[in-house]
DNA sequence: GCCGATGTTCGAGAAAAGTCGAACTAGTTC
DNA sequence: GAACTAGTTCGACTTTTCTCGAACATCGGC
């Protein structure tokens, strides 16, 4: 219903762990850390948008993103510093992993 | 086919991540880490044992755990130095914060 | 060899997740 | 207000995961 973003406080961990333990989104969120702030769109531009969509939702319910919107478009940008504070280390070593890992 | 444990190298991020993912496994990886080396049948016992013996499946999949025989029992427990190697703080950050919030 | 104890595997049903076309919404521009 | 752009939602389908009873395997001990 709501658009918003959950406190991160409100979020189970494991639901944290289990956004980011689907390929596709982990893919989202490297590359979204790459980018910074960018729009929906830029992220794994092979899938279709419905697809895309779906991952991207995942990911904010967990906590993991914000959207704001500019425009026509909604531009995304990782909760680093929320999420360091909360679980210290586990987005580096998680995204270490994955970059040293391909 | 094996019954072998992986190695911790060979298993994807995201596999470890989804195997923690689940609130009944984390559970299990709790109570493990409370009781050091264990025979399965003391975590979850709450749980009908093939299911049971479903979770710790994934999670010996995932490279979190490893059995020896000893008997007609099987004793657990947690690979935490190689997780660390790999994926340093990050057991202890999800195990950390799950403990905080309950 | 037969039990009892501890786990695993099988198989089937239920629930959850992933995929993606098509329809829809919201904002911008002309 | 029509057309365009960027994303979301809906609905249907497929795949995966979860759950757990029942049958099976393994290891003692008697």
Redesign the pocket.
């Known amino acids: 219903m709501t658009?918003e973003e959950p406190q991160l406080t409100d979020v189970p961990v494991t639901a944290v762990l289990?956004a980011l333990s689907?390929p596709?989104?982990l893919d989202m969120v490297i590359e979204l850390r790459g980018l910074g702030e960018t729009?929906?769109?830029?992220l794994r531009t092979d899938?279709?948008?419905?697809?895309?969509?779906?991952?991207?939702?995942?990911l904010r319910e967990a906590g993991l993103t914000r959207?704001r919107?500019e425009?026509?478009?909604?531009y995304l940008r990782l909760r680093e510093d929320e999420l360091a504070q909360r679980f210290p280390g586990l987005l580096d070593t998680v995204l270490a992993d994955a970059a040293a890992h391909r």
């Open positions: 658009d289990f689907d596709t989104r729009p929906c769109g830029t899938l279709p948008k419905a697809t895309r969509s779906h991952h991207l939702k995942v959207q919107r425009g026509t478009a909604k």
